[in-house]
């Protein structure tokens, strides 16, 4: 089983960076697919970004493609995500999921383990 807890998110202005992360529990982290998900208020929750096991393939969501990035450390049991140039429409609550099935996984039924998530606001 993993645990993961989200960090990092809060206030920033339009135009500025954030980065969030996502730290695990367990000595299987390695082996999961990590991706990152969020959830506008009146919305339903979103597919951000994935990264795979290794680190060595990432895909974005058409809104956040070039803005933003997802890294992994599997020695300190961590992902992140990178976020610049951010605008007022990324605010949302910002959840971490884990999963093991094959790559290229977007849909939140794929997803075994989420966070608890972490708010990011964008100021105009």
């Known amino acids: 089983q993993v645990q993961l807890v989200e960090s990092g998110g809060g206030l920033v202005q339009a135009g500025g960076s954030l980065r969030l992360s996502c730290a695990a529990s367990?000595?299987?982290?390695?082996?999961?697919?990590m991706g990152w998900f969020r959830q506008a208020p009146g919305k339903e929750r979103e597919f951000v970004g994935a990264?795979?096991?290794?680190?060595?393939?990432?895909y974005y969501a058409d809104s956040v493609k070039g803005r933003f990035s997802i890294s992994r450390d599997n020695a300190k049991n961590t992902v992140y995500l990178q976020m610049n140039s951010l605008k007022p429409e990324d605010t949302a609550v910002y959840y971490c999921?884990?999963?093991?099935?094959?790559?290229?996984?977007?849909?939140?039924?794929?997803?075994?383990?989420w966070g608890q998530g972490t708010q990011v606001t964008v100021s105009s």
């Open positions: 999921a884990a999963h093991r099935r094959g790559w290229g996984r977007n849909q939140e039924d794929e997803y075994e383990y």
């Open positions: 367990g000595r299987t982290f390695s082996s999961y697919g």
């Open positions: 990264i795979d096991w290794s680190g060595g393939r990432t």
